[in-house]
């Protein structure tokens, strides 16, 4: 699919086909259909999912207007049925509702490593988990389970070597039922799915 970007999202990376690979494959398995991304950027991830799925009901949400603003775009230039919306919102502030899938591709570069990207591109705001690369994992794992069916299941794309950080965050939080991760295709941890209780 030809996502329009500039310099208001993340460039799609193809690491991030893996996630999108692994919750279609859920929702197929067991007839998911309310679908909440947090962190939609240019919105490949949720109009790939629209696409891909049909019959599911998405809503795509993102703190920046600029990101919301392209992520409509593209749902429009690519999708055929209006099955996803947009709304601008700081992780789950302006979110209501419960989801059978939380989908989140969240900044996760810790700040000091950024200082070596060339963000010619690309928004800083895009890429900064804050100074351990965490911030927004532990916003994820500490209240999505308040957002989630029974059963539902949260699917989060990781940097390669965050694993047993976002793992421990996981189990610390004591909410969820349990979770694997899943490799990119250079084999490092890529993806982690959460169960919820
Ligand atoms: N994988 C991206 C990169 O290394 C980062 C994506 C993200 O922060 N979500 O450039």
């Not at 059963?151 to 699917?155: L, S, V, Y």
């Given at each position: 699919m030809d996502f329009y970007v500039d310099e208001?999202?993340?460039i799609p990376r193809n690491d991030t086909e893996v996630l999108v690979e692994e919750v279609i494959r859920i929702c197929k398995e067991e007839g998911n259909k309310d679908i909440l991304e947090l962190c939609?950027?240019?919105g490949?991830?949720?109009i790939s999912l629209a696409k891909y799925l049909k019959d599911v009901n998405i809503l795509g949400v993102d703190i920046s207007?600029?990101?919301i603003e392209i992520a409509k775009r593209n749902a429009k230039n690519l999708l055929e049925y209006e099955n996803i919306k947009f709304i601008q919102s700081d992780m789950f502030e302006n979110v209501d509702g419960k989801f059978d899938v939380i989908v989140s591709n969240p900044p996760y570069i810790k700040s000091k490593v950024i200082e070596n990207y060339s963000l010619e591109f690309e928004p800083?705001?895009?890429l900064d988990g804050g100074e351990d690369g965490l911030e927004f994992y532990s916003i994820i794992i500490n209240e999505a389970y308040k957002y989630l069916e029974k059963?539902?299941?949260?699917?989060i794309e990781i940097g390669f070597d965050q694993k047993e950080e976002v793992e421990s965050l996981i189990r610390n939080s004591g909410k969820y039922k349990s979770h694997?991760?899943?490799k990119?295709?250079?084999g490092n941890d890529r993806v982690i799915v959460i169960y919820g209780r």
């Open positions: 208001n999202v993340l939609v950027g240019s490949a991830i949720a207007e600029g990101a800083k705001l895009a059963e539902g299941i949260i699917a694997y991760a899943i990119d295709l250079g």
